[in-house]
């Protein structure tokens, strides 16, 4: 079953009063590997309001690799021990929402609070997930505490200064 959102031409009707919460570049050994905007209608960021996390890479990557390193993550911050089943399911998802990816390309993730989150590709709906779950999880990666990088986080959330 499909989320009942309608085929967008990109993702901005999702948030009519959008305002940018905030933005930081995710930088591997000093390289930058994207930059990331996180957009939501309110203030603070809440999980019972949609937002969206936008990414725009520097790199080439593909998709396999995209799927792989969300993958990864999203188990490490799970509570228990995921099943086999929902890393296959979730896999598959990603699969179908991802591309390869080159310098400029956007991927815009739109969180649907108790439905699941659509995934917009240079602004093109490319896939819907109708998996609260899913789209929890994943969200996290960038959004909870236990994240690989603090400063990011607190960048996005509108918690961090200028960096120097």
């Not at 659509?118 to 789209?135: E, K, M, N, S």
């Not at 690989?148 to 509108?158: M, N, T, Y």
Request: aromatic letters at 12%; glycine letters at 6%.
């Amino acid at each position: 079953m499909l989320l009942a959102v309608p085929a967008w031409a990109d993702w901005h009707p999702a948030l009519p009063d959008r305002r940018l919460v905030g933005s930081g570049d995710f930088t591997w050994f000093g390289v930058s590997l994207y930059t990331a905007r996180l957009w939501s209608s309110g203030l603070p960021l809440t999980w019972d309001q949609p937002f969206a996390l936008e990414l725009t890479y520097h790199r080439v990557f593909s998709r396999d690799t995209l799927v792989e390193a969300s993958l990864t993550e999203m188990a490490r911050m799970a509570e228990a021990r995921l099943e086999e089943s929902t890393l296959q399911r979730w896999s598959n998802e990603m699969r179908e929402a991802f591309v390869d990816v080159r310098p400029g390309m956007r991927i815009t993730g739109v969180y649907h609070p108790g439905k699941g989150c659509t995934f917009f590709v240079d602004g093109q709906l490319h896939h819907r997930v109708d998996d609260p779950a899913f789209a929890r999880a994943f969200f996290n990666i960038w959004l909870d505490p236990r994240t690989r990088d603090k400063q990011l986080r607190q960048r996005l959330l509108g918690m961090a200064g200028p960096v120097e």
